[in-house]
């Protein structure tokens, strides 16, 4: 994120952190050392995400560890849910899609193809953003919720029938 950030300095670059974690002093001086002025960091926990996914035009989910990541991150859900389109890699559960649908760019966790990523999405915003409030209407609505736990109860309760005659 932050080579992405000194390659398009003209771009704001807003950090939500967290508070867990030895991180945030590494990355604060990273920041400086690069003298990144367009990188803000947000040190806590947000209150209102909604105003957040509002005053931004994207959300980034650089990771490259599957193993140390959700694969159904509550942020990448909560920005298609606000239009807001995803710039992911490949390791994102969502990345397949994310890029299917055309909600947001799928590129490797480096600062070329993230910088890359972030003028794709620039070039043609209001059709990504319309395709991300799409997917999240399509994929995350409580009706998909409620249908999807219907299915595991069901095939719970048909497994625990089938068990019970083969006694």
Known sequence: MLDAAALRPNMRFRLLWRPWGASRETIGNWVRERGLRNVEIIDGRVEDMPS???SAHVTVAPFTRMDRC???TNSLIE???CGRPILCTPEVGLARSVE???????VRAVGDDIAEGLDRLRADWATYST????????SFSLEQ??????RIYYEVLRYQLKSSLCL
């Open 100 to 106: 299917e649908s055309r909600a947001g760019v799928v």
């Open 145 to 150: 919720f409620v249908k999807g736990y219907r």
């Open 131 to 138: 395709a991300s409030r799409s997917l999240a209407e399509r």
């Open 52 to 54: 957040e996914y509002r």
């Open 79 to 81: 920005s298609l849910a």
């Open 70 to 72: 959700k694969p159904m």
